[in-house]
Structure formats: C-alpha cells, structure tokens
C-alpha cells in the first residue's frame, strides 16, 4: 500500500480569499514504512506573504520571488501522488489550498475519500490531550528539535513518524528482534493486555498437507532453505 504524508505551507489562512502555497513537502511510506522518496517545492504565490505567516514559516516575499508558479510543476507534484492515500494533519486546511491551487492550474481536484487526517486520528486516540505536531511528536519521544520554523518538508518528515505511532507504533515498521518481541504496542490505546500462552497449543499436519507442503518445497530448488526443515516436519503434530 502507497501513502503519501504531506504537509503545506500558504501566504494565509484563506483559500477563499486569495491566499496561496508557498511551499509543499511530500513523504512517501509503503506498507507504512518511509522509503526515502519525497517531493518537496516552493513557489512563488503572485501575492505578499502575511507578516502573520512569516512569523510561522519564515519565508518571505523576497525568498520566494524566484521561485517557480505552481502550475509550473503542478503536473510533477501529481505525477509523484499518484493514486496514493494521502495523510495530512488538520488535512481540511491542506486539501483546500491544494484542490484550490489544482483548479487555478486547470487540474481536476483531490477527492476527501483519499485522504487521513492525523489530527482526527489524534483526537479519538487522545481524546483530552493536546494534539498539535509538536505534542505528538513530544508524546511519542519523536525528536522535533530541528523545527524553530514550521516547514513542510521537515512537518512531513516528523508527521509521517507520528502516523506511524497512531496507526500501532513501531510494529508497523516490521522490526526483527526483541523490539519486535513487544505484544502491546498495538493495542495499548484499547486498555487490552497481551499475556503469553499458559500451555503451547497442540496441532496436527495430516500427510496430504504434509505432501502437498514438500511437494512446494521441491519447487523452491534444490539451495532452498526451506528443503533443511522438511525433515524436522515430518512429524504429524507440533506447537505453537
């Protein structure tokens, strides 16, 4: 599965009354794992920066005038969407700039129903708690130390490890070993325990199963590392 975490950055708060993206970062996660491809821009927004959003993101007017427009490479930021998911957090402030800016580029916009909002994620996680960027990354132990401005690059950076602890933590990474070894990250949030088996559950192999299991073995080839257990299975029951 493809997602993409993203993360924006405008003149303002308005859509509706003109204001523009300055800048978009994008991060790709497959099966929720970061691979290391991302999309990141600025662009000149045809409009001064709010002095309101300069003091939030730091870039100014001067920074952004040779920067390319949006329609500009609207078509590269689609082309790198693809048909993901997309996951951003308070996503209604971000999807609206972006379908906004996709309109003026003559581009047809991104529908809802393919986009995660962390922040309602967050909410019915920590339902009493604070929920900005910043606290989540404080309550997962996410180091955010590098962010003195709000940039979306390093908010989609940062957002894209907070999804991961929202949607079952590190388990979602697949880690080998004894981090793996941990049953309740998962279901912590649902106040549920994991407690190991009190006896090993007793099952039985029948020989048409075991068969048909050697006979897909065979098949691997002869190096198959799977060939050296064949034997050590040969028996017709076993635990788990």
Not at 66 to 77: E, H, Q, T, V
Not at 148 to 163: P, Q
Not at 172 to 196: D, N, Q, R, Y
Not at 204 to 220: K, P, W
Request: glycine residues 10%.
């Amino acid at each position: 599965m493809r997602e993409i975490v993203f993360d924006t950055e405008t003149t303002g708060l308005g859509p509706a009354s003109g204001d523009r993206i300055i800048e978009i970062g994008c991060i790709e996660l497959i099966n929720h794992i970061p691979t290391g491809q991302a999309f990141h821009a600025y662009f000149n927004p045809e409009r001064p920066v709010s002095v309101d959003a300069i003091d939030i993101h730091g870039l100014d007017d001067a920074f952004l005038a040779d920067k390319p427009r949006f329609a500009a490479i609207a078509g590269d930021l689609l082309d790198f969407l693809g048909d993901a998911i997309l996951i951003a957090h308070n996503a209604s402030f971000d999807l609206a700039f972006l379908n906004m800016e996709l309109g003026r580029a003559g581009l047809p916009p991104v529908g809802d129903e393919r986009v995660i909002d962390t922040l309602a994620l967050a909410r019915r996680r920590h339902p009493m708690a604070p929920n900005s960027l910043d606290a989540l990354c404080a309550r997962y132990g996410i180091d955010a130390s590098r962010r003195t401005y709000h940039g979306a690059r390093l908010d989609a950076e940062l957002l894209s490890e907070v999804y991961i602890e929202l949607i079952g933590g590190r388990q979602a990474a697949l880690l080998l070993g004894e981090e793996a070894a941990a049953p309740t990250i998962a279901v912590a949030a649902h106040g549920l325990a994991v407690t190991p088996r009190p006896e090993p559950r007793a099952f039985t192999v029948s020989g048409e199963e075991l068969a048909a299991h050697r006979a897909a073995v065979d098949g691997l080839g002869k190096g198959a590392i799977w060939r050296q257990y064949v034997t050590a299975g040969e028996g017709t029951s076993g635990a788990a």
